[in-house]
């Protein structure tokens, strides 16, 4: 092997160490994160240090999160290839392209319309054609193409928003992170039974808030 070759094998296989240092221990999670290169989801002076188990700024003041994070929330979301899956909050787009591996589609959107563009162009070069990416405020879910087999919240809320469990197929799934901004919150998974819903908390997160409206670059 090459050194560059060399290198990126022992650069995999410390992110896929951490990973499963920190609970990520899923086989179908950890392939799909093994396969999905987060540098490209990172542009400019922090591309480097896109390896590192550590959240990073992204455009309009957001940040794509830390991978152990991305993979616990993935694995709690429990997603079968049959599965028609939204998030909200595209941000980077990296979490969405690891869901398309293992979903048959999914829908992402965020309030900030040049983050979808930007995601969309990433997803396009990765030939990831099970991925909808719009903008929009996914505070109110998709009614459109609901209900949903799961849901992922990759901001953070005060309450599980009304619109998207009512978007939760009987069954269903929902991760979300749960709580004020600026202090710890909670993950949060939600199943939808035929009589109600069931609440399960999970560990403490810390995510950018869930802010209503549309971004105004959006
Ligand atoms: N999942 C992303 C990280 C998300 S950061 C990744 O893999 O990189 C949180 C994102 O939620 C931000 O991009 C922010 O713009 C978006 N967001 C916040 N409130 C929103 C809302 N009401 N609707 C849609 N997106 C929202």
Known sequence: MSDEADEIAERKMQFLFALRSKGVTDARVLTAMEKVDRGPF?????????YEDMPLPIACGQTISQPSVVGLMTQALRVTNRDKVLEVGTGSGYQAAILSLLAR?????DRHKRL?????EIFRALDLTNIIALTADGSFGLPDQAPFDRIIVTAAAEDPPGPLLAQLKIGGIMVVPVGQSDTVQRLIRVTRLESGFDYDELRPVRFVPLVEGLGRDG
């Open 116 to 120: 979808v563009q930007d995601a969309s």
């Open 42 to 50: 990172i542009r400019g002076y922090f591309a480097e240090r896109a």
């Open 105 to 109: 589609r999914v829908y992402t959107v």
